[in-house]
């Protein structure tokens, strides 16, 4: 009789516990009062790192978070702790090396995310705002990994659970570019570049927040605000230090090791600055390379997703992962190369290497320089042409003014209220407090400009020639980069349809990272990633941040 009570109360026991957890877990994340955080931002010497709010007033994350609820009742901090030295700071060959030998599973490997997110993101002292969304049905696709792999290779994308900027299409979540305008968006199919990563075995975890309208919403406004995510912050400095921008949440989760990887997309600047910013590596491709189809537009002119990873080995199996010819795409190109090419070889042969002038006043830029002389780079110092860049604002309005309809009516979900621009503005006005409490500037500005197509060709043609022109000087001194800071040159990378990649380089005295970024002839991805990986075996400068570890 004795034995019977004693098992009886252990087992009440047991599911008082879980009961507990249960609602520990219903209630995990709460509203928190921001009006000190709010008000010490507003002493920051940078006017757009002056917040009027750092919490969304639209998401509800124990929504985000209810599908996984069980499966996180019984994953404890003790499973987080084990599984740790597995996980962060890892490439993709060594995480399928641990799958391989058992030491982990595809489901191990996203629960541990979820886990994680989830302890950062409650917690009101830690949280980066950086989730959107996530994938409901993420554990049983891991389930299904882990059923079905046979002889995975230790460069494939398979498994791997990765993070995509909330412009992307997905099937499984709503598509909002942070707008509320778009909050309802559920579309039918994947954009492109997800059907790819699925094709290739990735696990989609879900959506990361960005700045609103990919930065070309409002004028001077915090980098990395949307009014579906609020305010995403940067691990390395809360509220301290810009995210970067516009691809602020998929800097923000990889540097967090939030998830493997994430995909970002940039117009000018939109990948390089948040990784750079948050101390990852960025790839912005070749326009062509990769596929546009099924992602919220500004210009379809310069427009293009790409990898946001730890270390440049993931990055190369990533752009293997996105590639492909999308007919749908009229800029898309048949790309046969292999970007990984069963890793890189660690030298510096035979580089030859641009460095500009101008930027050598930068102490870590022209330490990192002298660096790359002692071990056999041929440095040329270049003092580039003065250019015009009239008319690139011009440019982004009149194409996303052309542009973005045509997302709305060919891969958005039919009920939407918005079909154009002025149907944004519109919308936001009806309560612009929630919906935008910075202003629409700049697509009030979209709305406003009259340029006709006919004028805006030739201004793409003066603003391309002028972009070549600041480069020109690659081909007859035969050079394999050219080396700049963070997004300095994006744009006139952008326009010259030159890809770039952003390697970490350093931090500043307050902690602020600081990336070396190697700019490209079109199409030469697969150079920039030997090189970009030799730099980054040579310096191996980052590091996580310290309150994320």
Known sequence: MKKILLLVLLISIVV??????ETVFKNSFKKYDETEA????????????????????????????????????????????E?????LEQNIPQLQK??????????????FYLYRIRKFESDSTLSLNSIIALNPNVLNEAREKDKNKTDVSEFSIYGMPILLKDNINTKDMKTTAGAIALADNKTSEDAFIVKKLRENGAIILGKVNLSEWAYFFCSGCPLGYSAIGGQTLNPYGRGKIETGGSSAGSGVTVAANFAVAAVGTETAGSITSPSSQNSVVGLKPTIGVLSRT?????????DTPGPMTKNVVDNAIFMNAMRGFDKSDTASKKIEEDYIQNGFRNKFENRRIGVLKPLLSDSIYNSTVEKLKKVGVEIIEITPPEISFDGFITLLNIDMKHDLPKYLKNNAIETLEVKNVNDVVLFN??????????????????VKDKTTLKELSMIKLLLKKNSLDYFKI????KLDAILSINNYHSAIASVAKFPTLTVPMGYKESGEPVSLTFIGVPFSERKLLEIGYAFEQLTKVRKMPKNYQ
């Open 38 to 81: 709010i008000a010490q931002s507003q002493e920051n010497e940078f006017e757009r790192m002056k917040f009027k709010l750092i919490q969304s007033k639209y998401l509800d994350m124990n929504a985000v978070f209810k599908p996984f609820q069980k499966e996180l009742a019984n994953f404890s901090e003790e499973n987080y702790e």
């Open 83 to 87: 599984l740790k030295p597995f996980i």
């Open 16 to 21: 008082s516990c879980q009961q507990k957890g």
């Open 98 to 111: 641990n799958v391989k030998e058992g030491k982990l599973s595809y489901e191990k490997l996203t629960l």
């Open 294 to 302: 099924g992602i919220v537009p500004i210009s379809s002119t310069l």
């Open 474 to 477: 690659m081909e007859p001194e």
């Open 429 to 446: 006005k009806k309560d612009s407090i929630l919906r935008a409490p910075y202003g629409q500037q700049l697509f009030e500005g979209i």
